[in-house]
């Protein structure tokens, strides 16, 4: 049946018989010759047009495949991808490359860290007022707000917003709008430093553009306060009426002070005197007065040259929660605007201080007439401002609005409707009218940037000042060079991309220009950190929203687009071209040490290079943030406390990462030190034997480590300068004081390397020319010590001798730095080693009843209170305590709940100490699990952290003993035993 079946589909010619092959014969012999030759030309013909490329369309024959036979192999039942696509590339995948996890098609995310206005705002300014006013510096004033924890420096920016942004606000809670951040809202404190652009009038209606930085005030952030001084011309610091003074307060004043700003105080939250504590005005007074003399004091002993008093115009005083501050000038105006008759400066003149009215004789005294004569700041301001806060809470309807109306007040009868603290919000907003004696503090007391520049630069700039971007930096042109300090970096809302923050100090910015960023390690001997960009875009930075400008001028803070992929931390910006000779701003110093780690691996390690792009953002938010590789592998990232690590930790998973990660304890870094003289002359060999160093260490006078590192002397200063600086003050001999040599283990570091060899017994130019390669392996050295790769701290290394190969091919690099860093561990091992812990400073204000309760959870973590004193005005005690770092995890929550919540308390690094016990003494046996006694501490530190790092438990001195030094050591063990048997 097939073949039927098949002979029935067939297409073709007729299937002939047998006699076909005859009848073919026949067919070639009836085929004549001629017939033959013609057919056999036509094809010559055809191979020749072939050839040539070139037919006739007579030539062309039609061929009907329509009756073809088709192969089963040949034959198309679809057509192929080419045919339909005839472009696409085709791609054939053996296995799905996609992990399972994630989905074909994944969801649409919406990355979205930090409140953004989708349009800007309305503003009683005009945006284009603004940019004019950056073109002339003389109206601008550059000012950082400062201050401890809660004392209202956001809430305070709210005010200044709430009256120069048309915003439909809460009047029942405060916008924080300078927190732009989720986080921050969710936490309730502020974690970056975030600037606004305002223009505001003062008292005599002149505008001016007031660049004002937010910062935050939790100790651990303290890097952002830093880098907010380094570009402000004036420093405002806020200040609680109620608790007064803290321990950041006078932090933040004595590191306004280091920076050289003018300083202005802001007595915060008023109302708490009247609301909270109920005092009498005249104990208000004494509250304010007692709060104003403990600044003084701490400005007195940190060298600062004016008072802080209201009547210099240097204090404002406001309430942020309730919307109204004043100075006394602004307060004097008030008079002077309802009773016509007086002069508002000479009055405000007589608002503070000891002078009395005598009303007898309508003049002021500094005694009082009688008994019952109050002091004028009483009498003129916290009597009426306590009476108008007490009629507002105690009267209603007409009686309210009649004496509001007496006072200038106009309200309407819904609005006497609203809750008491609403209507007492409005009513006292409405008297004190505007911020403009807030403005008129910072036009008086602040220099403009042309008025600050010369002080400014030559307290941030490293380098030569009579050069051409000097002289234009020292004046603040705006046609000289551009010199732009960057500060900060700032992500964007998806945390994708950062754009650098910082201030123009000469020259005209423009989109657009091409210019040269330097790094932190930049010099004019090494141009390695440096790389040329492009500013794309340029912006004034207000918190929520940027306003875009295309220019900006020297005097200004602007955000620029562009440069951000080559810093780090901080960079200077300068021409691309030309001004060659420009040096770095100096980097930030920070009055904070960052003392607590912790190690992160990534869950799934495929994701282990998202972690490093992760942890790479996050360097660059935080200022005094570090990460580091251990020798085990481990990524560690350094902090200054708990809760900024716990911040870096939520941006790395959340906002930079998007992954899991495994967090292990925190720890506390350490560092090594010495606490005798090395018994040994200890001497090293460089490999090919051709080179001998000999060194011993010794500890450091106290006090000279604090001063390296606050630069108060700086290695490169010139011999004689450095010389006289360690005679004077610590009474080294001028041989010693001559011959350092460098601090280690970078400029700022707390070791001195000393030659103390004699040119008599050696070549001493010879030894000039290894001396870098020895500095090199001291700072190598000092970096990571012997006893667990920690630095080293407080020692004094001396060169006693060194012998120098003669040619010059035998004393190279190689040969000298991983030598003078053996000799430097020998010396550092025979000189009684310790290690050394960080210590909190503690500050705790509780009740007086909770007082109790914190000695004993000090005392169950090695802690011990140094000072106990009640707080002036209030019911409260404020503790001042001392804490080593490594026992001070969980302490706050320890704290509150052993108090019920009553205590609150800010710790922050306050020295270094050292860890009792001998990190070396192997008779110790540490028992897992079990709490080691006082005197293993140091041995137990040691050997987790070197396990921690990978390192063998024990310090191994064959690494770092030659053998004729291991040889010497044998000979000195023999001869004590020899004196002890005796």
């Given amino acids: 049946p097939l073949f039927f079946e098949l002979l029935i589909n067939y297409i073709g010619p007729e299937l002939g018989d047998d006699n076909s092959d005859d009848d073919d014969e026949e067919l070639e012999e009836e085929w004549g010759d001629e017939k033959m030759d013609q057919e056999m030309e036509d094809d010559e013909d055809d191979v020749k047009q072939m050839d040539t490329g070139t037919f006739d369309d007579r030539d062309a024959v039609d061929v009907d495949n329509s009756q073809a036979i088709v192969l089963h192999e040949d034959k198309v039942y679809f057509p192929m991808s080419t045919d339909v696509y005839p472009e696409a590339e085709v791609l054939v995948e053996d296995e799905d490359t996609q992990p399972l996890e994630t989905p074909i098609i994944a969801p649409v995310k919406n990355k979205q860290f930090m409140h953004v206005e989708k349009t800007l705002?309305?503003?009683?300014?005009?945006?284009?007022?603004?940019?004019?006013?950056?073109?002339?510096?003389?109206?601008?004033?550059?000012?950082?707000?400062?201050?401890?924890?809660?004392?209202g420096k956001t809430s305070f920016m709210d005010l200044l917003v709430r009256e120069t942004h048309v915003l439909d606000w809460s009047q029942t809670k405060n916008e924080r709008?300078?927190?732009?951040?989720?986080?921050?809202?969710?936490?309730?404190?502020?974690?970056?430093?975030?600037?606004?652009?305002?223009?505001?009038?003062?008292?005599?209606?002149?505008?001016?553009?007031?660049?004002?930085?937010?910062?935050?005030?939790?100790?651990?952030?303290?890097?952002?306060?830093?880098?907010?001084?380094?570009?402000?011309?004036?420093?405002?610091?806020?200040?609680?009426?109620?608790?007064?003074?803290?321990?950041?307060?006078?932090?933040?004043?004595?590191?306004?002070?280091e920076e050289q700003l003018p300083i202005c105080v802001c007595l915060n939250k008023m109302d708490r005197l009247i609301l909270e504590l109920k005092l009498p005005p005249t104990d208000a007074y004494h509250k304010i007065h007692h709060?104003?003399?403990?600044?003084?004091?701490?400005?007195?002993?940190?060298?600062?040259?004016?008072?802080?008093?209201?009547?210099?115009?240097?204090?404002?005083?406001?309430?942020?929660?309730?919307?109204?501050?004043?100075?006394?000038?602004?307060?004097?105006?008030?008079?002077?605007?309802?009773?016509?008759?007086f002069d508002a400066k000479q009055f405000a003149k007589r608002l503070?201080?000891?002078?009395?009215?005598?009303?007898?004789?309508?003049?002021?005294?500094?005694?009082?007439?009688?008994?019952?004569?109050?002091?004028?700041?009483?009498?003129?301001?916290?009597?009426?401002?306590?009476?108008?806060?007490?009629?507002?809470?105690?009267?209603?309807?007409?009686?309210?609005?009649?004496?509001?109306?007496?006072?200038?007040?106009?309200?309407?009868?819904?609005?006497?409707?609203?809750?008491?603290?609403?209507?007492?919000?409005?009513?006292?907003?409405?008297?004190?009218?505007?911020?403009?004696?807030?403005?008129?503090?910072?036009?008086?007391?602040?220099?403009?940037?042309?008025?600050?520049?010369?002080?400014?630069?030559?307290?941030?700039?490293?380098?030569?000042?009579?050069?051409?971007?000097?002289?234009?930096?020292?004046?603040?042109?705006?046609?000289?060079?551009?010199?732009?300090?960057?500060?900060?970096?700032?992500?964007?809302?998806?945390?994708?991309?950062?754009?650098?923050?910082?201030?123009?100090?000469?020259?005209?910015?423009?989109?657009?220009?091409?210019?040269?960023?330097?790094?932190?390690?930049?010099?004019?001997?090494?141009?390695?950190?440096?790389?040329?960009?492009?500013?794309?875009?340029?912006?004034?930075?207000?918190?929520?929203?940027?306003?875009?400008?295309?220019?900006?001028?020297?005097?200004?803070?602007?955000?620029?687009?562009?440069i951000d992929l080559s810093i780090n931390k901080t960079a200077t910006v300068v021409d691309e071209k030309g001004n060659q000779d420009a040096c770095i701003f100096r980097p930030l110093r920070f009055n904070l040490v960052s003392c607590v780690k912790v190690a992160i691996e990534p869950i799934n390690p495929s994701e282990l290079p998202k972690m490093l792009d992760a942890l790479r953002k996050v360097n660059k938010s935080y200022p005094l943030v570090s990460t580091k590789v251990e020798d085990s592998g481990e990524h560690t990232i350094i902090g200054t406390g708990e809760l900024q690590l716990d911040c870096v930790l939520h941006d790395l998973r959340k906002m930079y990462g998007e992954l899991e990660i495994r967090v292990a304890d925190p720890v506390a870094t350490f560092c090594e030190t010495v606490i005798e003289t090395s018994s040994l002359k200890c001497f090293a060999e460089t490999p090919n034997k051709k080179n001998k160093l000999t060194m011993i260490a010794e500890p450091l006078e106290d006090g000279?480590?604090?001063?390296?590192?606050?630069?108060?002397?700086?290695?490169?200063?010139?011999?004689?300068?450095?010389?006289?600086?360690?005679?004077?003050?610590?009474?080294?001999?001028?041989?010693?004081?001559?011959?350092?040599?460098?601090?280690?283990?970078?400029?700022?570091?707390?070791?001195?390397?000393?030659?103390?060899?004699?040119?008599?017994?050696?070549?001493?130019?010879?030894?000039?020319?290894?001396?870098?390669?020895?500095?090199?392996?001291?700072?190598?050295?000092?970096?990571?010590?012997?006893?667990?790769?920690?630095?080293?701290?407080?020692?004094?290394?001396?060169?006693?001798?060194?012998?120098?190969?003669?040619?010059?091919?035998?004393?190279?690099g190689g040969q000298i730095i991983p030598t003078a860093r053996r000799v430097a561990y020998s010396a550092f091992l025979l000189a009684t080693p310790r290690l050394m812990e960080p210590n909190y400073f503690v500050e705790i204000q509780c009740p007086a009843d909770c007082v109790a309760a914190i000695y004993n959870v000090l005392a169950r973590r090695r802690g011990h209170v140094s000072a106990s004193l009640p707080k002036a005005g209030t019911p409260l005690y404020t503790v001042h305590a001392s804490i080593p770092v490594i026992d001070s995890f969980g302490f706050e929550t320890d704290l509150r709940s052993h108090t019920e919540g009553k205590a609150f308390c800010q710790s922050f690094f306050d020295h270094w100490d050292i860890v009792p016990g001998d990190p070396l003494d192997k008779s110790i046996i540490l028992k897992p699990l079990e709490p080691s006694p006082m005197e293993a501490l140091a041995r137990e530190f040691m050997v987790k952290t070197r396990r921690r790092k990978g390192l063998r438990e024990n310090v191994s001195i064959n690494r770092f003993f030659d053998d004729h030094m291991l040889l010497e050591l044998a000979k000195q063990d023999a001869d004590l035993q020899d004196y002890f048997q005796e």
Wanted: some cysteine; overall charge positive.
């Fill in 704 to 812: 000279i480590a604090r001063d390296i590192e606050n630069e108060t002397v700086r290695i490169g200063w010139d011999d004689k300068r450095i010389a006289d600086f360690f005679q004077s003050k610590y009474n080294w001999d001028i041989l010693a004081a001559r011959s350092i040599w460098a601090f280690g283990p970078n400029s700022t570091g707390p070791n001195v390397l000393i030659d103390d060899t004699i040119a008599s017994e050696i070549d001493k130019t010879r030894l000039s020319t290894v001396k870098q390669s020895i500095v090199q392996g001291f700072q190598w050295g000092t970096r990571e010590g012997p006893l667990c790769n920690e630095p080293i701290r407080n020692v004094k290394f001396k060169l006693l001798d060194a012998a120098i190969a003669e040619e010059p091919m035998y004393r190279g």
């Fill in 177 to 257: 709008y300078t927190d732009a951040r989720f986080d921050e809202q969710k936490r309730k404190i502020s974690i970056k430093a975030m600037p606004m652009s305002l223009v505001m009038q003062t008292l005599k209606g002149k505008s001016y553009l007031l660049n004002l930085m937010d910062t935050p005030g939790h100790v651990n952030f303290s890097d952002e306060q830093t880098a907010a001084l380094r570009i402000a011309d004036g420093a405002i610091v806020v200040i609680d009426a109620v608790e007064g003074v803290m321990a950041q307060t006078a932090r933040g004043l004595r590191h306004a002070v």
């Fill in 352 to 562: 503070w201080g000891n002078v009395f009215l005598h009303k007898k004789k309508r003049v002021f005294r500094p005694k009082p007439e009688s008994s019952k004569n109050k002091r004028t700041f009483t009498e003129f301001i916290l009597e009426p401002l306590f009476k108008i806060h007490s009629y507002i809470l105690g009267s209603e309807g007409k009686q309210l609005k009649s004496m509001l109306q007496d006072v200038g007040v106009q309200v309407k009868n819904e609005e006497l409707l609203m809750d008491p603290k609403p209507l007492l919000k409005l009513c006292l907003t409405k008297f004190f009218g505007n911020a403009a004696g807030f403005v008129s503090m910072c036009v008086d007391q602040f220099p403009s940037p042309v008025e600050a520049a010369r002080s400014k630069v030559r307290h941030t700039y490293s380098g030569e000042l009579q050069i051409d971007a000097g002289r234009a930096m020292m004046t603040c042109d705006r046609k000289g060079p551009v010199m732009i300090n960057i500060v900060k970096l700032y992500s964007r809302t998806d945390g994708e991309k950062f754009d650098a923050y910082g201030r123009i100090l000469s020259g005209t910015v423009r989109v657009g220009t091409k210019v040269r960023v330097l790094g932190e390690n930049y010099s004019l001997e090494d141009e390695e950190d440096m790389a040329v960009a492009e500013i794309t875009k340029i912006w004034v930075f207000e918190s929520r929203y940027r306003v875009e400008v295309n220019r900006a001028t020297a005097g200004n803070w602007a955000l620029f687009e562009g």
């Fill in 291 to 341: 709060t104003l003399e403990e600044v003084n004091t701490i400005l007195e002993k940190c060298g600062y040259g004016q008072k802080i008093s209201p009547e210099r115009g240097n204090v404002v005083f406001a309430s942020s929660t309730y919307g109204w501050l004043f100075t006394i000038e602004s307060f004097s105006k008030i008079y002077a605007d309802y009773h016509q008759n």
């Fill in 121 to 151: 705002p309305q503003t009683t300014f005009n945006f284009k007022y603004l940019a004019g006013l950056m073109d002339h510096p003389n109206l601008i004033r550059n000012v950082a707000l400062i201050g401890n924890l809660h004392h």
